[in-house]
């Protein structure tokens, strides 16, 4: 999530969206993606996050989702070796 974040246009729809679903968190984490466990699942279930993603943007988080859900997850895919 942190190179995600890092990677993103800074002036984006998307990464305004980030700011605006976590205005409790500083623009110094938010620039540099420090995001913890719960704030990840949150943009994980949203679906409206996906719609302001542009396109090597959404390229990369739908990789990152994969990784995340099959992976790294309490119950893993049965390719994940």
């Given at each position: 999530m942190k190179n995600f974040?890092?990677?993103m246009d800074q002036d984006g729809a998307a990464f305004q969206y980030i700011c605006n679903?976590?205005?409790v968190l500083s623009q110094a984490k938010?620039?540099?993606g420090i995001f913890v466990g719960p704030q990840i699942n949150k943009l994980l279930r949203d679906e409206d996050f996906d719609y302001t993603l542009s396109g090597t943007e959404k390229v990369a988080w739908n990789a990152f989702r994969d990784v995340a859900h099959n992976f790294l997850?309490?119950?893993?895919?049965?390719n994940y070796i």
């Open positions: 974040a890092k990677a679903k976590f205005p938010l620039k540099e997850g309490n119950a893993k895919a049965p």
